[in-house]
């Protein structure tokens, strides 16, 4: 399943995915909070597992972006564990200091960090021709690049990133191979590049599409990861057949 398939509830999909995925876990907990009532002897780690399980399957029904399941899946487990066992307070300031600075870009731009596969990489050091610039908006920890590294020397690499621990993550396994900025993609100039790969999320991709169309050159490929631009036909589209099913949309300028 690709993660930008239709929701099949119209009221779903008119959500916020967080959203739905914090309605996922309502079953769950109704159903934990019947069985404590009508007082059956159950172990007590059955109910987050129970709701951690159920909350999964609704977001796998839902037809939730695939990571919105495996959060299902571990957050009431998680948060469970977290509280029997009483770990110190700081523990949860650090988790929350971490996702902040790992998902800075998410906040304006709703695109957290997921990776792209092995596979995306390699399809897109097929693609660059000799010598050629290829920039990631929004680098993530730099993966893509350093893979596209390996297989083409010759290239000239960049990547942009937002979120100050992916980005120094992605600097210091980049250094002297690819120029990694730290910043947001909105800023990038993209008319110098001859392929600009995004794997984000659908939230920008009808507004970064205006901007690829008005910088990238005649003849340079604009490659998103799985999200569609709205009402554009892409010129090529690609299955990866990795872990999240993921596809390359291809779309010469
Ligand atoms: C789905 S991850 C992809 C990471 C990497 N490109 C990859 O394919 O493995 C998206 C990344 O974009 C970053 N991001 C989101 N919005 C951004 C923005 N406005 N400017 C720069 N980076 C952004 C996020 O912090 C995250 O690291």
């Given at each position: 399943?690709?993660?930008?398939?239709?929701?099949?509830?119209?009221?779903?999909?008119?959500?916020?995915?967080?959203?739905?995925?914090?309605?996922?876990?309502?079953?769950?907990?109704?159903?934990?909070?019947?069985?404590?009532?009508?007082?059956?002897?159950?172990?007590?780690?059955?109910?987050?597992?129970?709701?951690?399980?159920?909350?999964?399957?609704?977001?796998?029904?839902?037809?939730?972006?695939?990571?919105?399941?495996?959060?299902?899946?571990?957050?009431?487990?998680?948060?469970?564990?977290?509280?029997?066992?009483?770990?110190?307070?700081?523990?949860?300031?650090?988790?929350?200091?971490?996702?902040?600075?790992?998902?800075?870009?998410?906040?304006?731009?709703?695109?957290?960090?997921?990776?792209?596969?092995?596979?995306?990489a390699?399809?897109?050091?097929?693609?660059?021709?000799?010598?050629?610039?290829?920039?990631?908006?929004?680098?993530?920890?730099?993966?893509?690049?350093?893979?596209?590294?390996?297989?083409?020397?010759?290239?000239?690499?960049?990547?942009?990133?937002?979120?100050?621990?992916?980005?120094?993550?992605?600097?210091?396994r980049?250094?002297?191979?690819?120029?990694?900025?730290?910043?947001?993609?909105?800023?990038?100039?993209?008319s110098?590049?001859?392929?600009?790969y995004?794997?984000?999320?659908?939230?920008?991709?009808?507004?970064?599409?205006?901007?690829?169309?008005?910088?990238?050159?005649?003849?340079?490929?604009?490659?998103?990861?799985?999200?569609p631009?709205?009402?554009?036909?892409?010129?090529?589209?690609?299955?990866?057949?990795?872990?999240?099913?993921?596809?390359?949309?291809?779309?010469?300028?």
């Open positions: 399943m690709s993660s930008a398939d239709a929701l099949p509830s119209p009221l779903i999909a008119r959500l916020p995915p967080a959203l739905a995925a914090l309605l996922a876990h309502l079953p769950g907990l109704a159903l934990a909070a019947l069985l404590i009532a009508s007082g059956l002897d159950v172990a007590a780690v059955a109910y987050p597992v129970l709701v951690g399980l159920s909350a999964a399957a609704l977001a796998a029904f839902w037809k939730l972006p695939v990571w919105w399941r495996w959060i299902n899946l571990f957050f009431v487990p998680a948060l469970y564990l977290g509280l029997s066992a009483e770990l110190d307070s700081r523990w949860f300031l650090a988790g929350f200091l971490v996702l902040v600075l790992t998902s800075l870009g998410a906040v304006g731009t709703r695109v957290p960090l997921y990776l792209s596969s092995r596979r995306a390699e399809e897109l050091a097929q693609r660059l021709p000799p010598g050629g610039s290829l920039c990631d908006l929004g680098c993530g920890l730099g993966g893509p690049l350093a893979r596209v590294r390996a297989l083409r020397p010759d290239a000239r690499l960049s990547g942009v990133e937002a979120a100050p621990l992916n980005w120094l993550v992605a600097r210091l980049l250094a002297g191979r690819a120029e990694i900025r730290l910043g947001n993609l909105w800023d990038a100039d993209l110098g590049h001859d392929l600009v995004a794997y984000l999320s659908p939230a920008p991709m009808a507004k970064l599409w205006e901007k690829a169309r008005a910088e990238m050159k005649p003849g340079s490929l604009f490659v998103s990861n799985t999200f631009v709205p009402d554009l036909s892409f010129d090529e589209e690609i299955e990866l057949r990795d872990l999240s099913h993921s596809r390359l949309l291809i779309r010469r300028m």
